[in-house]
């Protein structure tokens, strides 16, 4: 017996037990080894292309992202717009209200000076024409004033002088 000369029935033993595992290796192993393998392609060219699919959706999403933003961007220059030309109308309508208050003051205080001036002008016409009075009785050394012809040569004075002045007639 030698490696030419072999047994047979080692041989046939050798040869069942040899396709005995070759078939449970077949029928069991080998599909297992081939499912795992098609996995792995599966979750290689599957990754790539949930990859692809994530990058399209997240690319959608800056897209829509990029928009509302803009939108939003808007938005806010329209409200800061209106906002200004809402302080503007605001801000006119306060200084003119300040102006009308401001003039009516200003005429009123004109009103009221001219009155206070009308006033002090009658109480300094009265008070010359009675010091007049009385220097004139000093000088005479007779009370002057008083009199209604002390009264009408005053009242004649103012009148030229007012005249000449070109003040109240």
Avoid: N
């Avoid at 009103?111 to 002090?120: M, P």
């Avoid at 009242?155 to 002088?161: G, M, P, Q, R, V």
Wanted: net charge negative; aromatic share 4%.
């Amino acid at each position: 017996m030698g490696p030419l000369e072999p047994d047979v029935p080692q041989l046939v033993v050798g040869l069942v037990c040899f396709f005995l595992i070759f078939g449970v290796l077949g029928k069991l192993l080998l599909p297992r080894i081939e499912k795992t393998l098609a996995e792995r392609q599966d979750a290689t060219e599957g990754g790539v292309e949930r990859a692809e699919a994530a990058r399209a959706e997240a690319q959608r999403v800056h897209e829509e992202f990029q928009s509302e933003l803009a939108a939003a961007r808007h938005e806010a220059a329209q409200i800061r717009q209106t906002a200004t030309e809402e302080g503007a109308a605001l801000l006119a309508q306060l200084r003119s209200e300040g102006q009308e208050v401001r003039d009516r003051m200003v005429s009123e205080a004109k009103v009221q000076l001219e009155a206070d001036r009308v006033i002090a002008e009658a109480e300094l016409r009265e008070d010359v024409i009675r010091l007049a009075g009385d220097l004139a009785g000093r000088i005479v050394g007779e009370p002057v004033a008083d009199g209604p012809r002390a009264r009408a040569i005053a009242d004649e004075f103012f009148a030229e002088l007012d005249a000449k002045t070109g003040t109240r007639g």
